[in-house]
């Protein structure tokens, strides 16, 4: 079974920047049942919200319109990690971060690629906070 941990949490001002990692316990290559990777966020007594997804073999991504052009996602299969670049924090950017695998396919995805019912495994997530 596939494990994933985030870090890369923390304190950061509001305008400032922050960089989430999420690491697999397995290779990218050896994920063959699962096809999307996926960014979401929970903030306190808030529900789960998708931030961002990406495939696992290709390039293709997707964003919430929350984050869009401020928030990329991008991965590196040689440490089998997903980034999530984080600029100009806003305070309603407070929340635990979650990453999560799918084993649907990014096209079949479709509009449903940032909710998180279409996702099967779970990070313990990290938490982000953003205050002056």
């Known amino acids: 079974q596939v494990q994933l941990v985030e870090s890369g949490g923390g304190l950061v001002q509001p305008g400032g920047s922050l960089t989430l990692s999420c690491a697999a316990s397995r290779g990218f290559t050896d ?4 096809y999307a990777i996926g960014w979401f966020r929970q903030a306190p007594a808030g529900a789960r919200e998708g931030v961002s997804c990406t495939s696992i073999r290709e390039t293709s991504a997707d964003y919430a319109d929350s984050v869009k052009g401020r928030f990329t996602i991008s991965k590196d299969n040689t440490k089998n990690t997903v980034y999530l670049h984080m600029n100009n924090l806003k305070p309603e950017d407070t929340a635990v971060y979650f990453c999560a695998l ?14 998180s019912h279409m ?14």
């Open 119 to 132: 996702y099967d495994i779970w990070g313990q997530g990290t938490q982000v906070t953003v205050s002056s």
């Open 102 to 115: 799918s084993r649907w396919s990014f096209r079949a995805l479709g509009t449903a690629r940032l909710g």
């Open 31 to 34: 994920l063959t049942d699962f």
